[in-house]
């Protein structure tokens, strides 16, 4: 294989894995283990969740950083363990803070094991908000977890994407500078004139 092969092969599979979808999915990496897009209920025993804004990004998931206020928000609950099939559950959206109700769910069992909440409106302003999940139990105390998210500032890069389009740029620009005779040329005089 020549060396012109194997560059273009590298810069394609660069380019493949840089814009693959499900490499920016939660955080960049599968499992619950680094899964950012979850709530531990108990030890071991997980709530997945999933944020869309289907008017604005209707092919794309969102977790702690939802892009636009004022924007229908769709929020997802997967049960990872059957058990939660079987428990009352409550779902509430806070502004902090101040800690003011922006959405309530009244506890309930969800058999299929998917909560979905809509929000038409979305949150009414950017800032951070926390998304409380309490198990009411039948007896005993009530549990209660939440994660926050920020809402509001636009859709931007995450620094893991900066970081990896950042990483391919210097990666194409150093093939680029051993390969292409002009531009080593152009660098070396610029690094040239650096030391000077």
């Excluded at 273009?8 to 999915?25: D, E, M, P, Q």
């Excluded at 309930?108 to 800032?127: D, F, Q, R, S």
């Excluded at 150093?174 to 030391?195: E, H, Q, S, T």
Aim: aromatic share 12%; with cysteine; hydrophobic share 40%.
């Amino acid at each position: 294989m020549n060396k012109s092969h194997m560059i273009k092969k590298f810069l394609i599979g660069s380019l493949a894995v840089l814009f693959s979808a499900s490499v920016w999915a939660h955080g960049g990496a599968k499992g619950t283990d680094t899964d950012q897009c979850k709530f531990e209920l108990e030890k071991d025993h997980w709530i997945h969740y999933t944020a869309y804004q289907p008017n604005a990004f209707p092919a794309e998931e969102f977790c702690a950083n939802i892009p636009r206020e004022n924007e229908m928000l769709i929020l997802v609950f997967d049960y990872q363990d059957q058990k939660y099939k079987d428990n009352t559950v409550e779902f509430e959206v806070t502004k902090e803070p101040e800690g003011t109700r922006v959405f309530f769910m009244e506890g309930a069992k969800h058999k299929k094991g998917t909560v979905e909440l809509k929000l038409p409106n979305g949150v009414p302003e950017p800032g951070q908000y926390l998304i409380h999940i309490t198990l009411v139990p039948d007896q005993g105390e009530r549990k209660d977890v939440h994660m926050g998210f920020k809402a509001g500032g636009g859709k931007g890069a995450s620094q893991s994407q900066l970081f990896i389009y950042l990483l391919v740029a210097a990666t194409g620009l150093y093939v680029l500078y051993l390969n292409v005779a002009p531009f080593r040329k152009i660098v070396d005089g610029l690094i040239g004139k650096a030391k000077g």
